[in-house]
């Protein structure tokens, strides 16, 4: 018999005849009360020791450029509008454009300028999926220094928000901060393997 | 043959008192547990439906476990349709053949590793290592407990027995290229892990991880990690192997609005960990083009045949049971032997393995309940605990035992009223002199057999007086 027929053998002899479980109680708060959500997620984020700045449309360009001034080599999206670049003095490398930037390239990068799908108020996340101005997940990897833009209209109050507004067959990486450990004594310590530093940007 | 990752060398309450010695393991464990477990009180009393989340939760994985079959077959569709390719295994060596014939195919003899339960208790490392493959931890403290030759000793931080110096001992004298002057700023620390595995990371050609949830549904895997080593591990190699026990479904993906409330605050006591990674298959241009999902049974068919210890397998793996648990913060983990420690270590891993082969585990709990109001699942420990040590009683039944025929003889002079006075009232006399001997009402130190009792603690003296003596001899008057 080959395992998978085993195992489903298994489970069903261990299962018996017994009663199909009652259906899931779900009491639980399916969307998120939230007063101020720009303000609950500048806070949040800031716990992780990210930075936020805040900017209204016509400000991004600018912004960014502050944003970025110490680092002389960008990795971005092939679809980053390239609006967000006016004010950028450094070198841009567009994965995909041509071609996808090899490893050593994105290494190479100081900084990856993103947008992201969603971010979520409460627990400070933001949510990428591969969609537009976002890039592959390696782009927000490798490079030290994660520049990520949200608008305030992609901001959702919960996670059963997030979890509603989401595509899973679209890869999906939830950032909460810039990448941390706790293995130390237990104490939180930002900076391991992925971006040391997030810079989030919201614009209204 | 190497050791059963579920099994001990030696018995709960002997591993117990080897570990109880070390003192720098107490204080290191004791900061470590207190530290977590306040964390997690402050984000828990930040969500004001967490008993509803919990509630949830439970159903959600009752549910899982009552249509598992229906659920894995589902799962395994969609995860082939996205483009994955799912194995099944029986036990540990199917598990670790399979991944070892995977990495073999890809023709390269080193894997990155994300840190994984399901790994550990297939002994895949040593079994990759048996095939002439080297696996490289990538976790920080996977890495700390692979350089020092150790076993974890904690589900989430398994090198939470050293501290800060004991670490960069380890870094100086085990990880290759460390700076000499390396100091145990956990800052440095983390620094020094980075650059040591960057390299390793860019190269890889092949990663191994398990999983924290899986979709049925969408054939979705989740992982939630902190450091980032998960989203090298899960988007640069060119193949992905995933371990996944077959508990770890979840029906559709709304359930994840659940358990992603429930698991980062219990576990790391954040309202999120930094990284969680979601992937369906193959995506085409982004991350692993050769994605595999070996499904894992070893012995969790057989926990879900009983009907009390099968709410074991609703474990999320957040160990907050650990954290908040008085026997595990003085014996740490070791002393269970098995790679999972702690209160779900002592229901899960007897099941696992059969009680036979974990007879003591069920035992190494004082019943305090203090796991029970953190699980995050509502997994009834010491309902189970309790249960588990009748399996192991009943198990040695027929067996002759010290404390059956103690037991034995103690139900016969208790089950008549005159019989037990009798007896007590012997006892009181032959001991009075040893009480007037000694002026106190304890002894340290009895004779064999029940030196076995006073090893640990006093032995009481019968009272002066019983209770029905000196009722009668107060009221005689009135």
């Known amino acids: ?204 | 043959m190497t050791r059963n990752p579920l099994v001990g060398e030696l018995p709960f309450p002997e591993a117990a008192r080897r570990e109880l010695s070390r003192e720098q393991l107490r204080r290191n464990l004791r900061s470590a547990t207190h530290t977590i477990r306040d964390k997690r009180a402050r984000m828990v009393a930040e969500v004001p439906d967490w008993e509803e989340l919990r509630v949830a939760g439970s159903a959600i994985k009752a549910d899982v476990l009552a249509r598992l079959p229906e659920l894995l077959t589902r799962f395994e569709a969609a995860a082939t349709a996205a483009g994955a390719r799912v194995h099944w295994a029986r036990d540990a060596a199917e598990a670790c053949a399979i991944v070892t014939r995977l990495v073999r195919e890809t023709g390269t003899d080193e894997v990155v590793k994300v840190k994984s339960m399901a790994t550990q208790e297939i002994g895949l490392n040593e079994a990759l290592e048996a095939a002439g493959i080297t696996a490289l931890e990538t976790d920080l403290a996977e890495l700390i407990v692979q350089l020092a030759d150790d076993t974890p000793s904690h589900i989430l931080v398994p090198a939470i027995h050293y501290n800060r110096s004991e670490i960069r001992d380890i870094f100086r004298e085990r990880m290759a290229g460390t700076d000499p002057d390396l100091t145990d700023d956990p800052r440095a620390l983390a620094e020094a892990a980075r650059r040591y595995l960057r390299e390793r990371f860019l190269s890889a050609k092949v990663a191994v991880s398990g999983a924290n949830f899986a979709v049925a549904d969408t054939g979705t895997l989740v992982v939630l990690e902190s450091e980032g080593n998960g989203r090298m591990c899960l988007t640069l190699p060119e193949t992905l192997i995933s371990v996944v026990g077959i508990e770890k479904l979840v029906p559709t993906f709304a359930d994840l609005e659940v358990f992603l409330q429930l698991l980062p605050r219990s576990s790391t006591g954040e309202r999120m960990n930094p990284y969680t990674s979601m992937w369906t298959g193959v995506t085409s241009g982004d991350g692993p083009q050769d994605v595999h999902i070996v499904l894992v049974d070893n012995g969790r068919t057989a926990t879900l045949a009983d009907e009390v210890g099968r709410q074991a397998l609703h474990c999320i793996r957040c160990s907050a049971c650990l954290n908040v648990c008085p026997v595990y913060e003085r014996v740490g983990g070791h002393a269970y032997g098995s790679v999972y420690p702690g209160p779900i270590g002592a229901v899960l891993t007897p099941q696992l393995t059969g009680v036979a082969a974990n007879r003591s585990l069920p035992f190494a709990s004082t019943l305090c309940g203090a796991c029970f109001d953190v699980c995050p699942v509502r997994i009834d420990i010491p309902q189970v605990l309790v249960h588990l040590r009748q399996q192991a009683v009943d198990e040695r039944r027929g067996h002759p035992s010290a404390e059956r025929t103690a037991m034995r003889a103690a139900t016969w002079i208790m089950s008549a009223g005159r019989r037990y006075t009798r007896v007590l009232r012997i006892a009181r006399r032959a001991t009075r002199p040893l009480a007037a001997l000694l002026r106190r009402r304890t002894v340290r130190r009895l004779p064999w057999p029940l030196s076995a009792w006073t090893a640990e603690r006093d032995a009481p003296l019968p009272a002066g007086e019983s209770f029905r003596d000196w009722w009668a001899r107060s009221r005689e008057g009135s």
Do not use: F, K
């Open chain 1, 1 to 204: 018999m080959d395992a998978r027929t085993e195992i489903l053998d298994r489970i069903r002899s261990a299962l018996g005849n017994g009663a199909a479980p009652p259906p899931v109680p779900r009491d639980y708060l399916r969307t998120a009360e939230c007063a101020d959500p720009v303000e609950l997620l500048t806070e949040r984020l800031a716990d992780y020791r990210a930075t936020v700045r805040h900017c209204g449309p016509g400000e991004l360009a600018a912004t960014l450029a502050a944003v970025l001034a110490d680092d002389p080599r960008l990795a971005v999206p092939y679809d980053l509008p390239g609006e967000w670049l006016t004010g950028y003095r450094g070198e841009v490398a567009r994965d995909g454009d041509p071609a996808p930037l090899t490893v050593a390239e994105l290494d190479d990068a100081s900084a990856v300028l993103t947008g992201c799908a969603i971010a979520i108020a409460t627990t400070g996340t933001i949510v990428l999926d591969a969609g537009p101005a976002q890039g592959r997940r390696a782009l927000t990897l490798v490079p030290d220094h994660h520049v990520c833009v949200v608008r305030t209209d992609q901001i959702v109050a919960g996670v059963p928000d997030a979890v509603a507004a989401l595509d899973p067959r679209r890869p999906l990486t939830w950032i909460s901060g810039p990448s941390a450990t706790s293995d130390i004594e237990l104490n939180r310590v930002e900076g391991v393997h992925g971006p040391r530093r997030l810079d989030v940007v919201l614009v209204r």
